[in-house]
């Protein structure tokens, strides 16, 4: 499989959008969409990673698929309000690095 970058993602989901699903929802469905997304990334960690348990079926779902889904909505999102993903990655990566460079290395509850 190619490598994809983040700005291909946006294309790659755009061209989707706009050939199969007609429009993107609006803002706040997709927040609500992400949302759910995010939980059920969340109750399938709690369940493999965490002290609960599986019900029925729930146990052949994916992580990897549950990722791709949040992955999914997050770019609609950004398309939809004009954000490029990889100018913003960039952007925060600086920001994290100026302000958190000695932060976890000094950290002991890290080591």
């Known amino acids: 499989m190619d490598e994809l970058s983040i700005n291909n993602a946006q294309i790659i989901v755009d061209k989707w ?10 803002e706040l469905t997709n927040l609500a969409v992400l949302m759910e997304e995010v939980g059920e990334l969340s109750r399938l960690i709690a369940r493999k990673y965490g002290d609960q348990s ?3 079926k729930e146990s052949s779902k994916k992580i990897e698929d549950e990722l791709a889904d949040v992955f999914w ?7 939809q309000t004009g954000v ?9 990566i600086e920001k994290k690095t100026k302000r958190d460079s000695t932060r976890h290395i000094e950290n002991t509850k890290l080591k």
């Open 54 to 56: 599986f019900k029925n």
């Open 84 to 92: 490029d993903l990889t100018k913003a990655f960039h952007k925060n």
């Open 17 to 26: 959008i706009k050939k199969y699903g007609v429009r993107y929802f609006s």
């Open 73 to 79: 909505v997050l770019i609609c999102i950004a398309n």
